[in-house]
């Protein structure tokens, strides 16, 4: 007979769970193994709430398995490491993010790319090497594979700084990928949530002009005067839509709704790159004319590798570059998911999890 969450493994957690396609989360008693010779064991200090959680809890996406302790932009202490560890001792403040296993032997891993491992296993919603299933950082601690885990640099803090353990590798990875670092060349970020707000931080220290691209034209102040870009474009003013026609190198689409891809093309440049990294729950429509007419391309990209996610922890150190955050208790999530699902939050949400969660 199957074990409980509570009995699968030696050690006693205690965290929030879904438990069916509701979406509402509750305390929930289940159990992390033992810390392996390779492993880290880190007390959760911090984590973000992303958009994905929310999805996952929801079952949008059609593959969730409940119950489901989201969470995978997680801050927090090491508080051990196996013998085998090398990268880490007790005490570092470490990162954990969007995934936490990968077969480490493909050409993806040989490459530093595990996210695209044919075997990578996400933090939670996903079943570990051992075979039992991950849950994530709503959570008082979690134990993880050395590879998977990540030194967060002095200075960084640990609160704003989580969310840049998925929203920040999202919009950074592809922006390395596709070659849009060069100081002076035009971004669009269509979406100004979780990913887009930090795409634009990111696109200003590569020195890029930046314009929000949006359909909310009260977000225009907040784009420029707090974020830092350079312009505001609303997508629902024809003479404006109409006068940047062609005018962007890149767009980096973060909007997670069906919405037209056509009007974004038109606002690049010849051999313009728009990526898509919005996760709509229905396919969008690709409109061939303007692609070949302009040798546009339409991209994707998903997170980063290891090796990547520390480098840009490390540049967003350099830069000052942090999440603005919400920061609630663990008994306020429902009331957040409530919100971010409405995109009423400016622009993340993180639990404080050290000082909130605990068993009733």
């Not at 969450?5 to 069916?20: L, Q, S």
């Not at 560890?85 to 990968?102: A, L, N, P």
């Not at 999202?170 to 970020?189: C, D, F, I, Q, R």
């Not at 034209?217 to 005067?225: G, T, Y």
Request: proline letters at 5%; charged letters at 20%; one cysteine or more.
């Amino acid at each position: 007979m199957a074990k409980s969450p509570e009995t699968e493994h030696p050690n006693k957690v205690f965290g929030w769970a879904a438990r069916d396609k509701s979406g509402l989360l509750s305390p929930f008693h289940f159990s992390r193994r033992d810390n392996g010779e390779n492993d880290v064991t880190v007390k959760i200090l911090y984590c973000g709430v992303c958009h994905t959680d929310l999805h996952t809890i929801k079952n949008d996406w059609g593959y969730s398995f409940y119950p489901v302790v989201p969470g995978h932009e997680i801050v927090g202490i090491a508080t051990k490491v196996g013998k085998n560890v090398t990268k880490f001792k007790e005490g570092d403040r470490v990162g954990v993010g969007v995934i936490t296993g990968s077969c480490q032997s493909c050409e993806s891993c040989d490459q530093d790319l595990e996210n695209y491992c044919p075997e990578m296993a996400f933090t939670y919603n996903a079943i570990g090497s051992d075979g039992t299933k991950n849950y994530g950082g709503y959570s008082e601690n979690i134990v993880v594979d050395q590879r998977f885990v990540l030194r967060f640099p002095e200075g960084l803090p640990s609160d704003s700084g989580a969310p840049l353990l998925c929203a920040g590798i999202t919009v950074y990875s592809p922006m390395k990928y596709y070659n849009m670092t060069e100081a002076g060349k035009h971004l669009g970020v269509a979406g100004l949530g979780g990913l887009g707000h930090v795409a634009v931080k990111i696109g200003k220290a590569f020195g890029l002009k930046v314009t929000v691209i949006s359909s909310s034209p009260d977000k225009e102040d907040e784009a420029i005067n707090r974020l830092g870009a350079d312009s505001f474009l609303v997508t629902t003013d024809p003479r404006k839509m109409k006068a940047a026609i062609g005018t962007m190198d890149f767009i980096i689409d973060t909007v997670s709704a069906v919405h037209a891809l056509y009007p974004l093309l038109g606002l690049l440049k010849v051999n313009g790159k728009l990526i898509t990294l919005g996760l709509p729950d229905k396919p969008l429509e690709l409109p061939i004319f303007p692609l070949v007419l302009g040798r546009k391309m339409v991209g994707g990209s998903d997170v980063g590798g290891m090796k990547e996610t520390q480098e840009m922890l490390d540049f967003c150190a350099k830069h000052n570059i942090t999440a603005d955050i919400e920061l609630i208790k663990m008994d306020e999530i429902n009331s957040a998911m409530e919100r971010l699902a409405k995109s009423d939050v400016r622009y993340r949400f993180v639990i404080d999890v050290a000082n909130s969660l605990s068993p009733p």
